[in-house]
């Protein structure tokens, strides 16, 4: 399974970005899809998460600000972020678990390479 990133870049604070995740491979299911983020010098933390049903869960530092949204019929994850803050500067990367053809009883956990996202002040 392959996660695959598009979006991100830079902008100044107040401004919005997006940043897309489209899953690919060998995917019999795909259950919880979400982005992480890690800032230098940071762990990497949870942003949001999205269920197969489009249940979500934020960070309490982007909600308000952070929309999370899926497609399931393109096994793609979105993240619009808006009223961006400097503190907001980091990589994002996307995360999906999901079962796959040869062992579709087991959920496995998928990540993305990461996509850089830079709020200027």
């Known amino acids: 399974v392959q996660l695959q990133a598009f979006g991100g870049g830079l902008v100044q604070a107040g401004g919005s970005l997006s940043v897309s995740c489209a899953a690919s491979g060998n995917i019999f299911s795909l259950n919880v899809m979400g982005w992480y983020r890690q800032a230098p010098g940071n762990t990497r933390e949870l942003v949001a998460t999205?269920?197969?049903?489009?249940?979500?869960n934020y960070a309490d530092s982007v909600k308000g600000r952070f929309t999370i949204s899926r497609d399931n019929a393109k096994n793609t994850v979105y993240l619009q972020m808006n009223s961006l803050k400097p503190e907001d500067t980091a990589v994002y990367y996307c995360?999906?678990?999901?079962?796959?053809?040869?062992?579709?009883?087991?959920?496995?956990?998928?990540w993305g390479r990461g996509t850089q996202v830079t709020v200027s002040s």
């Open positions: 999205i269920t197969g049903g489009g249940g979500t």
């Open positions: 995360y999906a678990d999901a079962t796959i053809y040869s062992d579709s009883r087991t959920l496995f956990p998928f």
